[in-house]
């Protein structure tokens, strides 16, 4: 069970925080045993290959939220069209601004802050601010020591296989 407010998720690369995200989200079937979720999922992944699925919701959505977060991550029109074109920043930035709008109850961020200038690592921190604040909101995060230990009530640590939670440092 994830403790609403933010968990985040520490570990050598191949440890399998990725996994533990995916399979928190509903992106991946465990090979034995459950994975019950309460509420809507969002996995805002790392790999920026293809376009987020929400992307020409949010870039057509004319409610302020919508407009806002356009503004704060400074997604464009057309982004959906053209993603092939975009810079690798652009395409990182689209990403958490898409999961954000999207507005779920578990909101699994994998390391969103990769490759991201200040402005984009500034505005994920704004977001995640705001969220934590929401009642029983629950995110999921993998991303930067800094921003972890600053973003998250709760840390979690997978270590030789073994995963180590519900500590702070």
Not at 119 to 124: A, K, P, V
Not at 140 to 148: A, T
Request: with cysteine; net charge neutral.
């Amino acid at each position: 069970m994830f403790p609403p407010g933010g968990t985040g998720i520490a570990g050598f690369n191949g440890c399998g925080k990725s996994t533990l995200l995916k399979l928190a989200a509903g992106g991946r079937t465990p090979e034995t045993g459950l994975v019950g979720r309460n509420g809507s999922t969002c996995f805002c992944r790392q790999e920026c290959d293809v376009p987020p699925p929400e992307l020409t919701e949010q870039l057509a959505a004319t409610d302020f939220r919508a407009c806002e977060i356009r503004c704060r991550f400074g997604l464009e029109a057309g982004w959906s069209e053209r993603w092939e074109s975009l810079s690798f920043g652009e395409r990182k930035r689209a990403r958490p601004g898409c999961a954000f709008y999207a507005e779920p109850d578990i909101l699994c961020l994998d390391e969103p802050t990769n490759w991201t200038e200040g402005r984009s690592q500034q505005e994920i921190e704004l977001q995640n601010r705001g969220r934590s604040r929401e009642l029983e909101k629950t995110e999921l995060r993998r991303m930067k020591q800094e921003l972890l230990h600053r973003l998250t009530r709760e840390r979690w640590d997978i270590r030789d296989g073994i995963l180590k939670t519900g500590y702070r440092e």
